[in-house]
């Protein structure tokens, strides 16, 4: 059995990470239109740090955040994986949480994995399964990594992306459930962009070997997973 940390890359390339969002500021007074509007109004790619648990509504308008993150999991390629954990590190400082939420992965299926577009705000470019029983809440800690460990729909999803890349994703239950916030509630993460990985969202896979790689190893052939 071994277990191996994955993470995205910086900027416009694969495996990326970045958010789609719709702004109470430009637009939003009705909730079904900003939960199901085709385009977001920003897409960040490069930014060190940004929003991932908003979803809120100031005065009579509301925001939405959606939030992907790859991993390539090539290196694992033909192994079975037994468990899975996505960490996100939260800023020490700013956000509110007014209103609860909680954060939950989702699958995400995005044009392209070296980018963030407004066109993948689209909901059906978002699962609605959580893949983990229990998300991070607005309330939690700042300031260190919060652990999302996934549930068995969740160890499925990366069991198959298993030689390739996994498209994963945030939402907060508001938004999966279509529950209208009614206050503020947000809160911003380190992305890959930040320097080095110490604070880098990540994905912690635990994986043993498949059938082929297990002959491959009693023949005497090295296995390195």
């Known amino acids: 059995m071994s277990t191996t940390t994955f993470y995205p890359t910086a900027g416009a390339n694969s495996p990326v990470d970045g958010n ?4 109470d500021v430009t637009l939003g007074t009705v909730w079904s239109t900003v939960r199901s509007q085709s ?3 920003h897409a960040y790619v490069t930014d060190t740090n940004q929003y991932t648990f908003r979803t809120e509504k100031i005065s009579s308008r509301y925001s939405i955040d959606r939030s992907a993150f790859l991993f390539d999991l090539t290196s694992i390629s033909g192994d079975t994986v037994t468990g899975a954990t996505m960490s996100l590190y939260l800023l020490p400082s700013g956000g509110s949480t007014t209103q609860a939420v909680t ?3 989702v699958t995400s299926s995005l044009a392209s ?4 577009v407004v066109g993948d705000y689209a909901i059906a470019n978002w699962g609605s399964t959580k893949l983990a029983d229990t998300g991070i809440a607005n309330s939690a800690t700042k300031g260190q990594y ?3 460990t996934f549930n068995a729909s969740g160890v499925t999803v ?3 992306a298993t030689g390739g890349v996994v498209s994963l994703g945030t939402r907060s239950d508001l938004d999966i459930d279509n529950t209208a916030p009614t206050a503020r509630s947000y809160w911003q993460i380190y ?3 930040q320097t080095g990985t110490a604070n880098d969202p990540k994905l912690t896979v635990t994986h043993s070997a498949g059938a082929t790689n297990e002959v491959a190893s009693i023949n005497g052939i090295s296995n390195t997973s």
Do not use: C, G, S, T
């Open 191 to 193: 992305w890959a962009d």
């Open 146 to 148: 919060q652990d999302m």
């Open 158 to 160: 990366v069991d198959n």
């Open 103 to 105: 954060l939950f992965p």
């Open 20 to 23: 789609v969002i719709v702004d």
């Open 113 to 116: 994995n070296a980018n963030v």
């Open 39 to 41: 385009n977001a109004d």
